[in-house]
């Protein structure tokens, strides 16, 4: 089935710092979305990306998909506390399968 | 959220128990999926349905059954499992099967002894 890889799986971050998360795929996707999940908690869906390049932000997160639809990040800026948890991406392809990555779980130093 | 319920929220098994796990979604979707997240393993998922018909079966073994009486209800029987099933099973629904957004339950946390 497909395969999306996400890099980093860890990410230590100091407070205040900046970090991205990528996830690539070796097929073309149709769309991606992102999802967080706190510790102890679920997946919650963030957003969704369709089109080549689209770029979308919330607040400190923004999300880019790449040009060839083939890879995506997750930058997050000025990291917080309320950041800490695991980053799923979720690709889906042309024949309308969901995948999800392995997923980047970011701890928060103070 | 409460869009997606599952009961129980905690489980402890013997491996000689029958148990059910039970989600609910209130979103009026047709999908629902049930999926296995074991510690520092990604997502596995393990069954698709689709307006109550089973879409798809990722290899799961017997011991765990599912059943989908209405697109509102998904259940889950477990029988003789075995401690590796120790995990958290997580529920989701989505509009339809093909890919689009999936709204997850708070997941039930087994403990198989």
């Known amino acids: 089935g497909q395969q999306v890889m996400q890099i980093p799986q860890y990410q230590h971050v100091q407070e205040g710092e900046d970090f991205t998360t990528y996830c690539n795929s070796s097929t073309t996707l149709s769309n991606i979305q992102w999802y967080k999940q706190r510790p102890g908690g679920h997946p919650v869906f963030l957003i969704q990306l369709v089109k080549s390049g689209e770029v979308k932000k919330q607040k400190r997160l923004t999300f880019q998909f790449g040009e060839a639809k083939k890879n995506s990040s997750l930058h997050i800026t000025a990291t917080q506390t309320t950041d800490v948890g695991t980053y799923f991406c979720?690709?889906?392809?042309?024949?309308?399968?969901?995948?999800f990555g392995a997923g980047t779980t970011v701890t928060v130093r103070a | 959220e409460t869009g997606v319920t599952q009961t129980p929220r905690h489980l402890v098994m013997g491996m000689t128990n029958k148990k059910s796990l039970k989600c609910e979604q209130h979103?009026?979707?047709?999908?629902m999926y049930w999926y296995k997240q074991s510690a520092k393993k990604p997502l596995e998922l393990m069954f698709v349905?689709?307006?109550?018909?089973?879409?798809e079966n990722n290899s799961v073994p017997s011991r765990f059954s599912p059943e989908c009486p209405n697109s509102s209800h998904l259940f889950l029987h477990l029988h003789t499992l075995q401690p590796e099933d120790s995990a958290l099973y997580l529920c989701?629904?989505?509009?339809?099967?093909?890919?689009?957004?999936?709204?997850f339950g708070p997941g039930t946390r087994l403990l198989v002894l």
């Open positions: 979720a690709a889906r392809s042309n024949d309308y399968k969901l995948s």
């Open positions: 349905y689709s307006l109550e018909e089973r879409v």
């Open positions: 979103l009026g979707h047709n999908a």
């Open positions: 989701a629904s989505s509009q339809g099967p093909g890919g689009e957004t999936q709204y």
